[in-house]
């Protein structure tokens, strides 16, 4: 089974610190996506990552940034968190094969900027 | 932008009960994809439908495609307390391979 693991499950962090979410999946896949959920709102596409060292601005990519290194390691930086990105992120892999390849998730962090 | 828009946003129902929820687009989308995601996990994929038409069964779920390809439907039979969860529709933003989610619909199944 494809595993994406998360680094924290709860997050507490004070406005105007940098924040760092990291995941890590171990199925050699090409794809990597962070998703910030909110209610009502449903899944919202952040950033993605097709290879190592490349990057893709999502519908909401204002105020984030991410890093991909590794492969298997997809990193989710909040410059200087702010009260309106408390949420929970979620962070997805998937193989490269086209429109139907469906998304792994991690079980999410979910974080609070006071 | 390619939306999707799930309805209703939340039900509660009884153990037995049937239920439909919808997933409808005014774009067309190649294939979507339905997603149950339970209390502090994250979304697992339950079905994919790719034809206009196309009618999926998952043991007491049933998914259909519209034939235009614009919206998508997930009926369950009897539902037991293990479907409570959210159900989340997404498509394929047209050339990445990237999804575009829908709203959600929280089921809540009581005994």
């Known amino acids: 089974d494809v595993k994406v693991t998360q680094s924290s499950r709860y997050l507490v962090k004070r406005t105007g610190e940098k924040v760092f979410l990291e995941c890590v999946q171990d199925m050699d896949h090409e794809n990597m996506f962070w998703y910030r959920q909110d209610p009502g709102l449903g899944l919202r596409l952040i950033y993605f990552?097709?290879?190592?060292?490349?990057?893709e601005k999502g519908d909401i990519p204002e105020g984030y940034s991410v890093s991909r290194e590794k492969k298997e390691r997809f990193s989710l930086i909040l410059e200087s968190a702010s009260t309106n990105q408390t949420s929970m992120y979620l962070c997805?892999?998937?193989?490269?094969?086209?429109?139907?390849?469906?998304?792994?998730f991690g079980n999410g962090t979910r974080l609070t900027v006071t | 932008t390619q939306l999707l828009e799930q309805s209703p946003q939340f039900l509660s129902i009884q153990e037995g009960e049937n239920l439909t929820v919808y997933c409808n687009s005014s774009?067309?989308?190649?294939?979507l994809q339905w997603y149950r995601q339970e209390p502090g996990e994250g979304p697992v994929l339950l079905v994919t439908?790719?034809?206009?038409?196309e009618v999926k069964k998952l043991k007491r779920l049933t998914f259909q495609f519209g034939d235009a390809r614009k919206d998508s439907s997930l009926h369950i039979t009897a539902a037991q307390p293990g479907d409570t969860g959210l159900y989340l529709c997404a498509g394929p933003h047209t050339g990445f391979q990237k999804l575009v989610f829908g709203t959600g619909t929280r089921l809540l199944v009581s005994p």
């Open positions: 997805a892999s998937s193989l490269s094969q086209g429109d139907n390849s469906p998304l792994h």
């Open positions: 439908v790719v034809t206009g038409g």
């Open positions: 990552s097709y290879d190592v060292k490349m990057k």
């Open positions: 774009s067309v989308f190649s294939s």
